[in-house]
């Protein structure tokens, strides 16, 4: 398992469940996060998508997921969302990361767990360097009533079409 991987989190994942699926050119496994088992944080930051924000880190959160690496299903739409770390004071590395549809991905460490630019050789060595059970950090978020869904795709939808209003917190 890397070392940069927030165990805390990753202990609580269902990986010992059986994997969803594979994502991406690498084969990357995808797992399952029930949506109980979210740090209080994430529910906070879904609540504000829903509700039509202020979102903490305005310049960062809604902004298109590009997920060149290939971690998330398709080529849908995705947006990211920081997720505050208790403790921390920079934006850290927990993320939502929500599909067009509403699907919720969940991961405590974005861009810290295989280095190198995304479709570089140096990146694409460092995954292949990585056990496959640790390539992909993200959880597809499981569990979600589906009225909650809804209202998740909705704002997404909202957010896709504009920017939500902005509370001053962070950068």
């Known amino acids: 398992m890397p070392e940069n991987v927030d165990l805390s989190v990753e202990e609580r994942a269902l990986r010992d469940q059986g994997i969803l699926g594979r994502s991406g050119p690498y084969g990357n496994e995808l797992y399952a996060f029930e949506y109980e ?3 209080a944080e994430a529910k906070q930051v879904l609540e504000l998508i829903i509700h ?3 979102l903490l880190y305005p310049r960062h959160d809604g902004i298109l997921f590009g997920n060149r690496s290939g971690d998330l299903p398709g080529r849908a739409e995705y947006r990211e969302f920081t997720v505050p770390t208790p403790g ?8 939502l990361v929500i599909r067009d549809n509403g699907l919720v991905f969940f ?3 974005h861009y810290d767990r295989v280095p190198g630019k995304a479709g570089s050789a140096q990146h694409a060595q460092a995954i292949a360097s990585v ?3 640790w390539r992909n950090g993200f959880y597809l978020v499981t ?5 909650m869904r809804a209202h998740i ?9 504009s920017r939500l209003p902005v509370l001053h917190r962070g950068t």
């Open 131 to 133: 056990d496959e059970r």
């Open 153 to 161: 795709a909705s704002a997404i939808q909202r957010i896709h079409n």
């Open 143 to 147: 569990g979600i009533a589906p009225a």
């Open 107 to 109: 991961t405590a460490c």
């Open 52 to 54: 039509g924000g202020p």
């Open 37 to 39: 088992l979210l740090p």
């Open 88 to 95: 921390i004071a920079t934006r850290g590395r927990r993320r």
